[in-house]
């Protein structure tokens, strides 16, 4: 296994990456470093560890909106909605995501930790 070398959000991470799968991961990197950077740069979120949390969260609602939807049309990537949404057609796991990431930012609302 080789080592590449990626920024995400300016910082840099030395990662282990399968010979075959340098193109994979660079993409994955420039997903992540995309998502962290527009919600840093939307300017409302400070924390890094936070900024990660939301942005791995809006990551994972978008793989759970394409993994519900029908394969022959399958439904543009949207950022997660609160649960205060009207969601009463959603699959079950949309609503519990959306749940999940209105829950986890009430938690990090006072001071940006989860403990």
């Known amino acids: 296994m080789k080592q590449i070398e ?41 924390a890094r560890d936070r900024i990660a949390v939301l942005a791995s969260l809006n990551l994972a609602f978008d793989l759970v909106q394409r993994d519900a939807a029908p394969v022959a049309a399958p439904a543009p990537a949207q950022p997660a909605a609160p649960a205060s949404d009207a969601m009463t057609d959603a699959p079950a ?12 930012d009430q938690a990090l609302a006072g001071d940006g930790l989860l403990l």
Request: proline letters at 2%; aromatic letters at 2%.
């Open 6 to 46: 990626v920024q995400i959000m300016g910082q840099s991470y030395l990662l282990g990456c399968p010979e075959d799968g340098e193109a994979q991961l660079r993409e994955a990197v420039d997903r992540v470093d995309a998502a962290m950077c527009k919600i840093r740069d939307a300017g409302k979120v400070k």
């Open 93 to 104: 796991d949309e609503v519990r995501a959306a749940q999940l990431v209105q829950r986890l």
